[in-house]
């Protein structure tokens, strides 16, 4: 539960942002990069009174949209859900019971900075602008002993790609 965007709270609406007043807000909202969870196991455990509700609803319905997994339980509490999920250990039974995939074939990425700059085996190395986000998909495909990697890319300069210890590419300029 929380903000997951800051775009939500009255004190974020007023006035107009500065270039860096609304890119540190939007780093610091997961809902503006949620496409990075494909592969993060997500709940989302909200009580109906804690108010505003909208606020874990934004992650929800952006996880729903992008097609991710996800849980979501909104009980009849206040702030104080937490003895609900971490009581008995419940909460870290669930989260273990997860693994990511050692090299995943999708890797959807976004980012704002060089210091978050990618995952897997995929690192982008050079945004169009500072301060605004750049996004990959790359999905490899496999037919017999020949692999191909399909990129999508929007807000980014140069990507490295390597996989299993292959250097696919050194810098590629999107």
Not at 94 to 117: C, E, F, G, Q
Not at 121 to 127: A, F, G, I, S
Request: glycine share 8%; hydrophobic share 30%.
């Amino acid at each position: 539960c929380g903000y997951h965007t800051y775009f939500l709270r009255n004190d974020m609406r007023p006035e107009p942002k500065t270039i860096w007043e609304r890119s540190v807000a939007e780093h610091r909202s997961n809902y503006r990069w949620a496409e990075n969870g494909l592969y993060l196991p997500m709940t989302i455990v909200h009580g109906k009174k804690d108010t505003p509700v909208a606020n874990s609803g934004l992650l929800i319905e952006r996880y729903e949209r992008l097609g991710y997994r996800m849980i979501h339980e909104h009980p009849d509490e206040g702030h104080r859900v937490w003895p609900l999920f971490y009581d008995d250990l419940k909460g870290l039974r669930w989260l273990t019971s997860h693994k990511r995939p050692k090299s995943p074939a999708k890797i959807v990425w976004k980012t704002d900075a060089h210091r978050y700059d990618g995952a897997d085996w995929l690192r982008v190395t050079k945004l169009e602008q500072v301060l605004s986000f750049g996004e990959v998909s790359a999905i490899t495909k496999r037919e017999g002993d020949e692999s191909t990697v399909e990129i999508k890319a929007t807000g980014v300069r140069g990507l490295h790609l390597e996989r299993d210890g292959e250097n696919l590419t050194e810098v590629v300029t999107v």
